[in-house]
């Protein structure tokens, strides 16, 4: 994560992947390699990395979802990334990720569903109302013409 946070991407991505040859179960260094893809915006490398963490672990499926969402929506495999995005926020029952919220409405508003778009963040705002997260809803909210609730 210090790697990460330099922007040190080889570094850090060498680091993950020493924990997976160690330890192929240990599903957070997939994920930290999706992570690390995804903000480098290696698409299709990211959703290599989540599609294996997917399959090692029912822990790791939340986080691998989103993360393979993000991939498939960068890729413009809309219904793809609709798909596995619903099914991380199934996963999500305790509204750990309000990111994916974020996501959601993305795909909502490209598929030309502003009502479900503005639903989505609400629901970001609603759980993450002190994050981030929370304050690009109120910002994609506003843009979209529509106030929070």
């Known amino acids: 994560r210090l ?3 330099k922007q040190g991407w080889d570094e850090a991505r060498q680091a993950c992947s020493e924990a997976a040859v160690h330890n192929p179960s240990y ?3 997939d994920v930290c390699i999706a992570e ?3 903000q480098q915006q290696k698409w299709s490398d990211s959703l290599e990395e989540s599609n294996r963490a997917v399959s090692v672990n029912l822990d790791s499926k939340r986080f691998a979802y989103y993360l393979s969402a993000i991939a498939l929506f960068n890729l413009d495999k809309l219904y793809d990334a609709e798909s596995r995005a ?3 926020e199934r996963l999500d029952s305790d509204h750990q990720l309000p990111p994916l919220r974020l996501l959601v409405a993305q795909i909502d508003e490209a598929k030309g569903d502003r009502p479900g778009a503005v639903t989505q963040l609400r629901e970001c705002l609603k759980y993450g109302k002190n994050s981030v997260a929370g304050d690009l809803a109120k910002h994609e909210l506003a843009r979209l013409g529509s106030e929070p609730n």
Do not use: F, Q, V
């Open 86 to 88: 619903l099914e991380a």
């Open 27 to 29: 599903w957070p260094a």
């Open 3 to 5: 790697l990460e946070a």
């Open 36 to 38: 690390i893809d995804a």
